[in-house]
C-alpha cells in the first residue's frame, strides 16, 4: 500500500558503534531488531532514507554547555569503556554515535521545515530525553529531541511541541525548556518511577500525564485525551517532536506499564491530526527507550505505520 504522507529514516552506520558493555540493555541490537521488522513487513522499501550528518558545536550549545561538551569530548576514550553516570557508558564509537545522533533531529526539523518529507524517524541511539545541560544521564549523552526543538526556533518558528510517551519521564528536556514557553513538553510516563523527579510545576507549558505502575491501554488513552491532546490544541504547534520510547510495551521489562504495538499506532496517529490542524502535518519522532527486541521492532513498526498514514 502506497503511503499518504512521505516519511523519512534517518540513521546512521556510527549508531551501532556505540559500545556500553555485554549486558547494559541499551545496544546495537536494538537498531537491528527495528530495521529487521520494517524490512520483514516491507516499510523500509516505502522510506526515504539519509544518513544523519554530525550536530555542529553550535547546534549542541544551544541546549547544552560548552563546558559540558568539552568534557565529554575529554571523557570520550580510545578504547574500552567510560561511565558517565550509573547507566550511561561511553566506548570508542560513542561520541561520534552522540552527534550523529543529535545531527539526525537536525537535519529531521531542516527537512520538514522545507517540506522535503512530511514526517520523519530517527533509529538512533544512544537516546537523548534525560540528557540536561550539563549532564549525561539513563543512557543519554546529548538530549536530541532538545537540540530539534531548538534549532526548530533556530530556523523561526515560534511554537514547538515535544510529546514524550516513554516510560520514564524525560527530565532533561522538561529541565532544558522549563522557562522556555516557546517549547511545549507534553509527556506521559509511569510514576513514581524512575528519575523520580518532581512533577510540580506551575507552567502552562509544561504538561504531565503521570501513570500508576500496571497501568493498560485504557489508562494510557484517557491520559492522553484528557491532557496532552487538549494542550496540544491550546497551544497550536507549528511543529510537532516526539521522544517516540516504547519501553511502556508489556512486554518490556523496563517499566511496569501494559501498552500494546496498537497503542503506539494509535498515539502516533492522533499526534499526526493535530499535527495536520497546526504544523502542516510535520511531525519528527526520536527513538529513545524500547530493549525488549520483539516488541520493540514491532511496536515502531506500528509508529511509522501511522507516521506514513498506511
Given at each position: 500500500m502506497a503511503p499518504d504522507v512521505t516519511t523519512a529514516y534517518i540513521s546512521h552506520p556510527a549508531c551501532l558503534q556505540h559500545e556500553?558493555?555485554?549486558d547494559h540493555p541499551e545496544s546495537a541490537r536494538r537498531i537491528y531488531a527495528i530495521e529487521d521488522a520494517l524490512i520483514s513487513t516491507g516499510l523500509m522499501n516505502l522510506l526515504k532514507r539519509f544518513d544523519a550528518p554530525r550536530a555542529t558545536r553550535e547546534q549542541l550549545c544551544r541546549v547544552h554547555s560548552p563546558e559540558y561538551l568539552d568534557k565529554i569530548e575529554r571523557l570520550s576514550p580510545m578504547s574500552g569503556l567510560v561511565m558517565l553516570d550509573a547507566d550511561t557508558v561511553m566506548g570508542s564509537g560513542s561520541l561520534e554515535a552522540a552527534y550523529r545522533s543529535a545531527g539526525a533531529m537536525v537535519l529531521g526539523v531542516d527537512m520538514v521545515?522545507?517540506?522535503?518529507v512530511d514526517t520523519v524517524f530517527c533509529g538512533i541511539r544512544p537516546p537523548g530525553h534525560h540528557a540536561g545541560r550539563n549532564s549525561a544521564m539513563g543512557f543519554c549523552i546529548f538530549n536530541n529531541v532538545a537540540v530539534g526543538a531548538a534549532h526548530a526556533l533556530s530556523a523561526g518558528l515560534v511554537r514547538v511541541a515535544i510529546v514524550d510517551f516513554d516510560v520514564h519521564h524525560g527530565n532533561g528536556t522538561e529541565s532544558i525548556f522549563q522557562t522556555d514557553d516557546r517549547v511545549m513538553l507534553c509527556s506521559v510516563f509511569q510514576h513514581p518511577f524512575y528519575p523520580y523527579t518532581s512533577l510540580v510545576t506551575d507552567s502552562q507549558h509544561i504538561i504531565h500525564a503521570p501513570l500508576d505502575a500496571g497501568a493498560y491501554s485504557d489508562d494510557f488513552q484517557h491520559a492522553v485525551q484528557d491532557h496532552l491532546l487538549p494542550a496540544l490544541h491550546r497551544f497550536r504547534p507549528e511543529l510537532i517532536l516526539i521522544s517516540a520510547g516504547f519501553d511502556?510495551?508489556?512486554?518490556?521489562?523496563?517499566?511496569?506499564?501494559?501498552l500494546l504495538d496498537s497503542d503506539y499506532y494509535w498515539v502516533t496517529r492522533e499526534i499526526m491530526e493535530a499535527a495536520a490542524q497546526y504544523a502542516g502535518g510535520h511531525v519528527v519522532s526520536t527513538l529513545e527507550g524500547g530493549y525488549e527486541y520483539h516488541a520493540l521492532g514491532r511496536a515502531v513498526v506500528q509508529h511509522i505505520r501511522a507516521l506514513m498514514h498506511v
Amino acid at each position: 500500500m502506497a503511503p499518504d504522507v512521505t516519511t523519512a529514516y534517518i540513521s546512521h552506520p556510527a549508531c551501532l558503534q556505540h559500545e556500553t558493555g555485554s549486558d547494559h540493555p541499551e545496544s546495537a541490537r536494538r537498531i537491528y531488531a527495528i530495521e529487521d521488522a520494517l524490512i520483514s513487513t516491507g516499510l523500509m522499501n516505502l522510506l526515504k532514507r539519509f544518513d544523519a550528518p554530525r550536530a555542529t558545536r553550535e547546534q549542541l550549545c544551544r541546549v547544552h554547555s560548552p563546558e559540558y561538551l568539552d568534557k565529554i569530548e575529554r571523557l570520550s576514550p580510545m578504547s574500552g569503556l567510560v561511565m558517565l553516570d550509573a547507566d550511561t557508558v561511553m566506548g570508542s564509537g560513542s561520541l561520534e554515535a552522540a552527534y550523529r545522533s543529535a545531527g539526525a533531529m537536525v537535519l529531521g526539523v531542516d527537512m520538514v521545515i522545507r517540506n522535503e518529507v512530511d514526517t520523519v524517524f530517527c533509529g538512533i541511539r544512544p537516546p537523548g530525553h534525560h540528557a540536561g545541560r550539563n549532564s549525561a544521564m539513563g543512557f543519554c549523552i546529548f538530549n536530541n529531541v532538545a537540540v530539534g526543538a531548538a534549532h526548530a526556533l533556530s530556523a523561526g518558528l515560534v511554537r514547538v511541541a515535544i510529546v514524550d510517551f516513554d516510560v520514564h519521564h524525560g527530565n532533561g528536556t522538561e529541565s532544558i525548556f522549563q522557562t522556555d514557553d516557546r517549547v511545549m513538553l507534553c509527556s506521559v510516563f509511569q510514576h513514581p518511577f524512575y528519575p523520580y523527579t518532581s512533577l510540580v510545576t506551575d507552567s502552562q507549558h509544561i504538561i504531565h500525564a503521570p501513570l500508576d505502575a500496571g497501568a493498560y491501554s485504557d489508562d494510557f488513552q484517557h491520559a492522553v485525551q484528557d491532557h496532552l491532546l487538549p494542550a496540544l490544541h491550546r497551544f497550536r504547534p507549528e511543529l510537532i517532536l516526539i521522544s517516540a520510547g516504547f519501553d511502556a510495551h508489556f512486554e518490556d521489562c523496563m517499566g511496569q506499564l501494559n501498552l500494546l504495538d496498537s497503542d503506539y499506532y494509535w498515539v502516533t496517529r492522533e499526534i499526526m491530526e493535530a499535527a495536520a490542524q497546526y504544523a502542516g502535518g510535520h511531525v519528527v519522532s526520536t527513538l529513545e527507550g524500547g530493549y525488549e527486541y520483539h516488541a520493540l521492532g514491532r511496536a515502531v513498526v506500528q509508529h511509522i505505520r501511522a507516521l506514513m498514514h498506511v
